[in-house]
């Protein structure tokens, strides 16, 4: 869990891991609580965001996910790192969104050829909103 400073002008603020934040106590719900040595804020676990709907992954019938086993394909998916500019992870989250598929799948079924570029020409990928051409 990365917890951080909240305090802008702590000079720990937004660091992790530097051996300033230490436990303070639990709140009504039983939840620990963190403050920061330097300056007595109380700091607060980075938390993640949900993912959207097409993020998620879709439950396949009479199937348990297992770690390490194959899913949809004969073979398990490795991690991959990219780099995006912000406008082109903007269009790639938008048209999976508009495909209902999670980035990685829409990337996966692009790469193995069931998904065509001549398809993907049909959208449009305005910034402001994805819809078939016609």
């Known amino acids: 869990m990365k917890i951080s400073c909240s305090r802008k002008t702590c000079s720990a603020f937004g660091q992790v891991a530097l051996g300033n934040?230490?436990?303070?106590?639990?709140?009504?719900?039983?939840?620990q609580r963190y403050k920061c040595k330097l300056c007595d804020t109380p700091a607060t676990p980075k938390v993640k965001p949900s993912p959207k709907p097409h993020q998620r992954?879709?439950?396949?019938?009479?199937?348990?996910?297992?770690?390490?086993?194959?899913?949809?394909?004969?073979?398990?998916?490795?991690?991959k790192t990219f780099s995006l500019t912000p406008t082109a992870a903007q269009k790639l989250d938008k048209l999976s969104a508009a495909l209902d598929?999670?980035?990685?799948?829409?990337?996966?079924?692009?790469?193995?050829?069931?998904i065509d570029f001549d398809s993907l020409k049909s959208f449009s990928l305005d910034l402001n909103q994805v819809h078939p051409k016609g």
């Open 21 to 31: 934040i230490i436990r303070n106590g639990h709140d009504k719900n039983g939840k």
């Open 101 to 114: 598929l999670s980035q990685s799948e829409l990337i996966e079924q692009i790469a193995k050829g069931l």
């Open 57 to 79: 992954k879709k439950a396949i019938a009479g199937h348990k996910s297992l770690r390490g086993r194959p899913e949809m394909y004969s073979e398990v998916k490795k991690k």
